[in-house]
């Protein structure tokens, strides 16, 4: 472990593998040793502590930012959840049948998928009771779990549910396959979900209208939220991957961009963070993107005017789309467009 200062070596042993360290805000380390059984030692800046003591295997500790470890241990028949809460370890579950794909929370709540013999559903561990948040035929998986308690999960059948702490809200309803979804502190929650031909980005800011932040034939995938609610993805734009970052926009706020310094750096990354009243400035110079206005009543001026910004398709088809159902509100002003190939090379409206 390395302090800022010093490099420290926390093992010093004759077992094979010492494995899966994590480290939590003040510098607690949790880790597994030993083959073929395996124990969890917990390291707390001066002393390492062995917190569990079985004759079965225990391995891929997470801890919590109050020390809290969390882990799975193998107790001669099946997976099991253990908890660790500063004092003592207790085990979570003791059932015939396996759990899995736990997590732990920054006040020791626990979240994890088990199965009761039909189904994988969600289980919640307060510190003092465990709950079944999930109870259905179609099986629950990928529980995320943020710093106030809530949950989210998606099951076998497309669907995304969150848990709020007294109330368990569907937030999709379609046939559209989903991927994991992630909550932030605040309660939001991002996914991406296909929109029967692609993936795309869609959030839950606690509003009834789900928003969709992103509208195009790519795919975008993997999105991650943080506390103020930006959203980071990435998706392939017909030639590579690349990352985006949304964030919480107002109606009639101006964005930036240009080449560096700018709210962003490119005409799409800006279209796709607007809203509907949004007016995106762009910096002289030439972009070399194929743009989108994907159905959004926004403004897309050139700072400088057509002679000094330009949009420059690379011969990769229509350098800027309005196919959405755009309608007087959506405007493109001072650009000079080029680079444009097939037919609508330039302007597809």
């Not at 001669?76 to 396996?98: K, P």
């Not at 020791?108 to 465990?130: C, K, P």
């Not at 990435?234 to 700018?262: H, M, N």
């Not at 030439?286 to 330009?310: D, L, R, S």
């Amino acid at each position: 472990m390395w302090d800022g200062t010093t490099i420290t070596q926390l093992t010093s042993n004759s077992y094979y593998l010492n494995g899966n360290p994590q480290i939590n805000a003040n510098g607690y380390v949790v880790w597994w040793g030993g083959s073929p059984k395996s124990e969890i030692f917990l390291y707390n800046g001066a002393t390492i502590t062995q917190i569990s003591n079985n004759l079965y295997k225990n391995e891929y500790p997470q801890i919590s930012a109050n020390g809290h470890v969390v882990w799975r241990g193998y107790d001669g028949t099946d997976w099991e959840i253990f908890l660790y809460d500063g004092t003592t370890t207790t085990q979570l579950t003791n059932n015939s049948y396996d759990e899995w794909n736990y997590q732990i929370n920054a006040n020791g709540y626990v979240v994890w998928e088990g199965f009761n013999g039909t189904s994988w559903e969600i289980f919640r561990y307060d510190g003092a009771t465990t709950t079944q948040l999930s109870n259905n035929s179609y099986s629950a998986s990928s529980p995320q779990i943020n710093a106030n308690g809530y949950v989210v999960w998606k099951d076998g059948n497309w669907r995304i549910f969150l848990y709020d702490g007294t109330t368990i809200t569907q937030l999709t309803n379609n046939s559209y396959g989903v991927s994991s979804p992630q909550i932030n502190a605040n309660g939001y929650v991002v996914w991406s979900g296909s929109d029967s031909t692609d993936g795309e980005i869609f959030l839950y800011d606690g509003t009834p209208i789900i928003k969709q932040l992103t509208n195009n034939s790519y795919e975008d995938w993997g999105p991650q939220i943080n506390t103020m609610g930006y959203v980071v993805w990435q998706e392939y734009d017909g030639r590579d991957w690349e990352i985006f970052l949304a964030k919480e926009i107002s109606t009639g706020a101006t964005l930036t961009v240009c080449p560096s310094g700018c709210d962003y750096s490119t005409i799409q990354a800006a279209i796709n963070a607007a809203v509907n009243g949004s007016t995106i400035l762009v910096s002289a110079g030439t972009y070399n993107e194929n743009i989108n206005f994907n159905g959004k009543a926004i403004t897309v001026k050139g700072a400088k005017g057509a002679g000094q910004t330009i949009i420059n398709g690379g011969g990769l088809g229509t350098v800027v789309t309005f196919v959405s159902g755009e309608g007087n509100n959506s405007v493109l002003d001072g650009f000079t467009i080029t680079g444009g190939s097939a037919w609508c090379g330039g302007i597809n409206i």
